[in-house]
């Protein structure tokens, strides 16, 4: 009787700890599934000055998929700052450009819709809107003349979720709701023009 007490008693905390790890760790899992990272990133020569090249890697949940496929439009944003360091004082911004996206749902054509400025592309599947965002090619953020040749540059480049453009009702929501958390960290690199970036 004692022995079958003390075992029971023993395997308990046991079992209670192997159930926190395993908490924790499909916690750990979802988050990772669910994050959003900057997988490579270049500036590069172009037509006209340095040109971005970035693939990004997004993850909408459950709750933004249904938000956007009841047609509420989601607003995201690229931004890339270009500095330049300066020994006596801070850095000298010199290029600050933001990439933004509208997708939403449109009911007439069932189909998701991304727009660019005044570009517009239409989606039969929401993942394929979402895979066009995540790769950004030849983005021009900072023209001819503007970075100084052979001189090193700071950049920092992210990718969100810009909840300041939804409705209200949404963007009351949104405050402390990791639902509408979606971003990446800032990726910062440093470079020399005509010198690839960080991959």
Known sequence: MTASITR??????????????AALLLLWALSVRAESVIRSAEIVPGDGGYVLNADIAIDLNPRLIDVVTRGVSLYFTTEVLIERPRWYWLNETVARRSLDYRLYYHAIT??????????????????????????????????????????????????????????????????????????????????????????
Request: aromatic share 10%; charged share 20%.
């Open 8 to 21: 029971s008693s023993a395997s308990g905390p046991e079992r209670a700890v192997r159930f926190a790890v």
């Open 110 to 199: 069932r189909s998701f819709r991304l727009s660019v400025g005044n570009l517009h592309q239409n989606f039969d599947e929401l993942d394929e809107a979402l895979r066009t965002m995540q790769r950004v090619r030849n983005w021009l953020v900072a023209e001819t003349g503007v970075l100084q040749s052979g001189v090193s540059h700071e950049v920092s480049l992210r990718f969100r979720l810009d909840t300041s453009q939804l409705p209200k009702p949404f963007q009351v929501t949104a405050i402390g709701s990791n639902d509408w958390n979606v971003e990446t960290e800032w990726v910062r690199w440093t470079f020399l023009p005509g010198a690839p970036g960080f991959r």
